[in-house]
């Protein structure tokens, strides 16, 4: 009865070790998650208003706002050419950039058929970056027929560590 017994115990342990691995992956992807996230559209740009509550809700939540932060700034483009045109005017403003092709681009379904330039930097939260870059964006897709920019997003900021005084 004891062999029984542990025929039926290994595969619930192993069940159990598979939920468990499967429950601290997604706890390890979720602390990566952005806190904001922000998709901007002509009727929809953000305001330095909306900026600010943004930037304050993080500072509220205890990031630590005078360290600079990985940010992902969106942009489309309907011709390969126009994306790779986009892609290298902000690699000279210093920006790391991708250039997707439409299929490999699903963060936005309503733009499957464009290009997409995710344009990265490491730089502080602060509501005067993210209004001068908004507007350098719009200023590029300007240059093109079919192109847009379509907001960005932040990562955490690291944690301030409080110091709890005896």
Sequence with gaps: MKSGGSRVGLPLFLCLCVVLAAACSSSRESKSKPYYSFISTPENDTTADEDALIIKGM???GGDLS???KIDYYFYAYKERDA???AADFRRDGYHCVV???A???RDP???EYWLVVASERHLLTVAHFQAVEKAFMAEADRFKDAT???YEADDPPRLH???VP
């Design 100 to 102: 997707s092709a439409p």
């Design 110 to 112: 309503s733009m499957a």
């Design 67 to 69: 360290k600079p932060v």
């Design 104 to 106: 490999e681009s699903p």
């Design 84 to 86: 790779l045109k986009a």
């Design 59 to 61: 500072r509220d939540r």
């Design 162 to 164: 409080r110091v709890s």
């Design 149 to 151: 920019w379509d907001g």
